[in-house]
């Protein structure tokens, strides 16, 4: 089966990052989001990403328009889905909203079309399962930023056969990025290793171990990591960890994977990270400045 046309749902960090790697790719692409001001967001940043290419002269300025020209920008979910071959979701985890999206795409999407789903935790086969095609499920997690992280973990829920996983391997590959087959687990390989030790991270910060700029330097150098770990929280996002070190708790009956109460904290008082501009650090000025604790 060959991919042509992909529809993404969520015009997000994910969301954008996606559709952009699938578009330079050479993929007719709708970008699909509720309101016109994320989908035009998302463009924004799929331009500006662009843009950074032809000035370090990896892409002429016709080519980053053509790449931009396949990204068309939708409000309506059937618009989105009607001829996709394929359609990859990266709207909020919220597992009630996950499971009513994907019963309406599977009503809306040709039947031949693979469903795929980003989610960083969310069971693949409980989605699959409010769809008529679960061998057509899988998941399909990309890495932020997702123009610049080399890796795909393509998850296989109960149903999932191996036609989907070959096409799935292949559009990945095609997107440029290599992968990882994993069986469906909470947070499959990869978060299942990070959410721990971002949260050992705060853990330590909460007990004064160190301060924050002395954990994320500690980290960089001694580990060799590209950030530090609450460098990387801020970039991941707060309340995204917190919500997936909760999904551990609940799906693994394990205390071991237990959010810090400091995270917790922040995340009630909207210190989400860079998204919100304040989290371990404060964002507000020129450079980030470590906040204390
Ligand atoms: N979008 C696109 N490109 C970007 C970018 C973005 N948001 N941010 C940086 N880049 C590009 C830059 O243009 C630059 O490109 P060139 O090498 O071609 O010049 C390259 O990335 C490196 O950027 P910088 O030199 O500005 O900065 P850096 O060397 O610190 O790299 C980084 C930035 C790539 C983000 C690096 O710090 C990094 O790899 N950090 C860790 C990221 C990570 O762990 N991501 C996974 C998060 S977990 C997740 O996504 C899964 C989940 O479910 C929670």
Redesign the pocket.
């Known amino acids: 089966m060959e991919i042509k046309k992909i529809a993404v749902l969520g015009a997000g960090q994910?969301g954008n990052?996606i559709a952009h790697v699938c578009a330079q790719a050479g993929y007719e692409v709708k970008m699909r989001d509720i309101d016109q001001k994320f989908i035009d967001n998302g463009l924004a940043?799929i331009k500006k990403?662009l843009d950074?290419?032809v000035k370090?002269e990896?892409m002429t300025q016709e080519e980053a328009d053509t790449v931009l020209r396949r990204v068309q920008g939708v409000l309506d979910l059937k618009e989105a889905v009607k001829d996709a071959d394929l359609v990859i979701e990266a709207i909020p985890e919220i597992v009630k909203l996950k499971l009513e999206t994907w019963k309406e795409v599977d009503e809306a999407a040709p039947e031949h079309a693979i469903l795929a789903s980003n989610t960083?935790?969310i069971s693949i086969t409980q989605m699959a399962a409010v769809t008529k095609r679960p061998e057509k499920f899988i998941g399909m997690?990309?890495?932020?930023?997702?123009?610049?992280?080399g890796l795909v973990e393509i998850i296989k829920g109960q149903s999932t056969d191996d036609a989907t996983v070959k096409v799935i391997e292949e559009v990945s590959h095609k997107v440029g990025k290599k992968t990882v087959l994993v069986n469906e687990a909470p947070g499959f390989a990869?978060?299942r290793l990070?959410?721990p030790a971002l949260n050992e991270a705060v853990f330590a910060i909460q007990e004064g171990v160190a301060t924050v700029e002395d954990m994320d330097l500690a980290i960089k150098l001694g580990l060799n990591?590209?950030?530090g770990p609450l460098?990387?929280l801020d970039?991941?996002?707060l309340d995204?960890?917190l919500y997936?070190s909760d999904y551990f708790v609940d799906e693994f009956k394990d205390s071991k994977y237990r959010a810090p109460a400091l995270l917790r904290k922040m995340v009630r008082a909207g210190w989400l990270g860079r998204k919100s501009g304040k989290g371990f650090y404060d964002y507000s000025g020129e450079k980030p400045v470590p906040n204390k604790f």
Request: positive net charge; charged residues 10%; aromatic residues 12%.
């Open positions: 994910m990052g940043t990403n950074r290419g370090k990896r960083s935790s997690h990309f890495f932020n930023p997702v123009p610049v992280m990869v978060n990070l959410v990591w590209p950030m460098t990387l970039f991941v996002g995204t960890a997936i």
